[in-house]
């Protein structure tokens, strides 16, 4: 039986891959860290499982604590470790640079010289959950694992680290130690300010009348979506892999925020009417097919915020997927069609019970 652990597990990410590694056998470890509230919700129905029990720890740590991450990586004796945790949240990073880089970058590190301090370096896998904010300010369409980064937030530069210091580790000490580069995935557990979780929430409640109007920042900005249970597998995938070598994970197809919003209201039967430009930009109710909801044609329901525009933005993501595919048979499941009926259906019957 191969022991996992992972960082970030109370996460959307983590939550998706302790199911998956449990599915496959594994002793799963998770580090959790220390919050006023419990904040377990996304891994409960795993750790209250009496069949999962013996299967499934957690352990209290933090990224910016090297002796909590060095006694956990010590007792656990990881065959894997998945580096999921970070401050994930770009606009929160201009906000909280430091933060940002001292978890996302130097946490990194610690989890590296964490390995190589405790003789693990022949035993233990690293992967490190990069990102497609890397390619920031993009120098070639579409994004492959080859594209030139230029990152675009404090969050996108600590991650540069992250990436860069795990290839050095990787070469220096013979470690396997992996960067999967993640365009955009999403889900039902996708936390709540993230622009789809916003939007399906937005949506759920104008249509619950429970809320009147949504507001979003830059309404242009393109993304590559996919689905974190298929980018669960693909991180498992990189990791079984007998050479360590970084890879891309991402759909092919890029997606404005204002489609995306379209496509939210068009699950529920509402179609929308967007006048104005920048961040004059509204958006009303067209028509309403569906009669549960009650909303007159005309109604206003999404606007722009200055607040949520961003100090530097990503334009435009689109990554290319080709390697993964080939070299690890990587199939993802979902289209965004798909990912958005999850994501709506499941925002439905969350709000509505909620109400
Ligand atoms: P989430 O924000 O949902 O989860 C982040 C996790 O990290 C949470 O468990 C959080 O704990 C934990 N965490 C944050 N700071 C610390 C810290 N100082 N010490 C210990 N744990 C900490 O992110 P996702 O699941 O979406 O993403 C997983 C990883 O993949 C992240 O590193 C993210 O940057 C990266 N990524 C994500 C992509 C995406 O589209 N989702 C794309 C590419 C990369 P808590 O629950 O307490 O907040
Ligand atoms: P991103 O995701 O920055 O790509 O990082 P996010 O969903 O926050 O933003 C996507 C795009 O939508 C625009 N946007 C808004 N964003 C938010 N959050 N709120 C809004 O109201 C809003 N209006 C418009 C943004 O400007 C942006 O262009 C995510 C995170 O998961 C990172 O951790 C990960 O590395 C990258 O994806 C790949």
Avoid at 109 to 124: D, P, Q, S, W
Avoid at 127 to 146: D, F, H, M, N, R
Wanted: hydrophobic residues 40%; charged residues 25%.
């Amino acid at each position: 039986m191969k022991t996992a652990l992972i960082t970030g597990i109370t996460g959307q990410d983590g939550a998706y891959l302790a199911e998956l590694l449990l599915e496959k056998g594994y002793n799963v470890h998770g580090i959790k860290r220390r919050s006023s509230l419990m904040n377990t919700d996304r891994i409960d129905h795993l750790f209250f499982n009496d069949k999962l029990a013996d299967r499934f720890h957690l352990h209290y740590g933090d990224m910016t604590d090297s002796s909590s991450i060095i006694r956990i990586i010590q007792q656990v004796q990881p065959d894997e470790i998945y580096n999921l945790a970070a401050q994930s949240h770009v606009q929160v990073s201009f906000e909280t640079p430091e933060y940002t880089a001292n978890a996302d970058a130097i946490g990194v590190l610690r989890i590296l010289e964490a390995i190589r301090i405790l003789g693990l370096t022949k035993k233990t896998k690293f992967y490190q959950a990069s990102t497609s904010e890397l390619y920031g300010k993009v120098q070639a369409i579409p994004q492959t694992e080859t594209t030139p980064f230029y990152p675009r937030s404090p969050y996108g530069v600590a991650k540069l680290y992250g990436y860069w210091i795990t290839v050095n580790y990787r070469e220096a000490y013979d470690l396997f130690a992996i960067n999967g580069i993640l365009f955009n995935h999403e889900s039902p557990l996708r936390g709540e300010s993230f622009v789809t979780r916003k939007i399906t929430i937005g949506v759920a409640q104008i249509a619950l009348g429970i809320e009147d109007t949504l507001l979003l920042g830059n309404l242009d900005a393109k993304r590559d979506w996919g689905h974190a249970k298929d980018y669960a597998e693909g991180m498992w995938l990189m990791m079984q892999q007998e050479k360590p070598e970084d890879f891309v994970l991402a759909t092919g197809i890029t997606t404005s925020v204002r489609d995306f919003v379209k496509m939210a209201f068009g699950e529920i039967g509402i179609t929308l009417e967007f006048k104005g430009i920048g961040e004059e930009e509204k958006a009303y109710v067209a028509s309403c097919s569906n009669p549960k909801y009650q909303l007159e044609i005309g109604k206003l329901v999404v606007a722009i915020h200055p607040r949520y525009f961003r100090p530097a933005e990503v334009d435009l993501l689109i990554g290319d997927a080709a390697k993964a595919k080939t070299k690890l048979n990587w199939q993802p499941k979902y289209d965004l069609p798909a990912l958005v009926k999850e994501m709506m259906a499941a925002e439905m019957e969350y709000q509505a019970r909620k109400k």
